[in-house]
């Protein structure tokens, strides 16, 4: 069967420390992932790593079975990926929707010259971005804030503003870093309302997150890293009750929980 994403031992050395040690994974179209694991696991190298930021040290990584290894980021960003951060990265002091079109702008094959003379090709791709934008828009759920400035907004808007930004360059594939870091329960709830309905619109999500309400009932597979190491892969329900996981991130008390819950 063919994966739309696979690494295949992954492996990124910082001198001596050895952050990634062959980690090999895959997606499927459609797919939630989680990636887990205790606080300096890799997680965010893995995610460095496949969008280009850091070049791996050995492995190979495909998207749609094209090599991508150590493309750099305005590349894979080309070929379908996007990522969200962990502190949001919106211009304070431009609206919502001038935050989605600048973002929309940068996939738009429109050069300098036809948005000067403000040609055919200029006016009709105008026309694709104020649709691309309202779907957007839409999608996060910010069109009754479109043309409030960012700087002011509610958190669990600004982090909504982030993913539409990742969305403005129409990707196959989101990475999200702590998509429901700082959010209240009720935003953390809309965040997994959102995820859905981005899967549901035809984006692979790959999560990295330590909250793991929003992990457990929202992703189909997970991944678990410690110490660079993939130590462990399934479901949920899998990943919940095994025993090197617990041992190394859950713990125990998350383990009685989960019993005492089923
Ligand atoms: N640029 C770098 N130079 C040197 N070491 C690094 C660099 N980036 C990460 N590391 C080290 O690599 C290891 C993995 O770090 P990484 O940030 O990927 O972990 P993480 O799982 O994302 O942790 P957290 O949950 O705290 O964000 C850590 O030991 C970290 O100190």
């Given at each position: 069967m063919t994966h739309l994403f696979q690494a295949f031992d992954i492996t990124k050395k910082f001198a001596g420390l050895?952050?990634?040690?062959?980690v090999s994974f895959h997606l499927d179209e459609g797919e939630i992932l989680g990636l887990i694991g205790p606080n300096g696991a890799g997680k965010s190298t893995c995610f460095n790593v496949i969008t280009g930021t850091l070049k791996p040290t050995s492995g190979r990584i495909e998207l749609r079975e094209q090599d991508i290894t150590g493309m750099p980021p305005y590349l894979t960003a080309h070929m379908g990926l996007a990522r969200t951060f962990q502190h949001t990265t919106v211009?304070?002091?431009?609206?919502v929707r001038e935050n989605i079109e600048a973002a929309c702008w940068l996939r738009s094959k429109v050069g300098l010259g036809c948005t000067l003379l403000r040609t055919s090709s200029y006016r009709s791709s105008e026309i694709s971005l104020k649709t691309s934008v309202d779907d957007i828009l839409s999608m996060i759920d910010l069109r009754h804030v479109?043309?409030?400035?960012?700087?002011?907004?509610p958190y669990g808007y600004l982090r909504r503003l982030g993913i539409g930004i990742a969305l403005g360059t129409n990707p196959a594939l989101l990475l999200m870093d702590e998509?429901?870091?700082?959010?209240n329960p009720t935003e953390s709830a809309e965040f997994s309302k959102l995820a859905r309905r981005l899967r549901d619109f035809g984006i692979t999500i790959v999560i990295v997150e330590h909250d793991m309400k929003v992990i457990m009932g929202l992703c189909d597979r997970i991944v678990v890293l410690n110490y660079g190491k993939k130590i462990a892969e399934g479901s949920p329900g899998v990943i919940r009750r095994d025993p090197q996981v617990i041992e190394s991130y859950l713990g125990k008390s998350h383990d009685e929980a989960e019993t005492a819950r089923a």
């Open positions: 050895v952050a990634l040690d062959q211009f304070q002091h431009l609206t479109q043309d409030s400035r960012a700087k002011g907004l998509p429901a870091a700082g959010l």
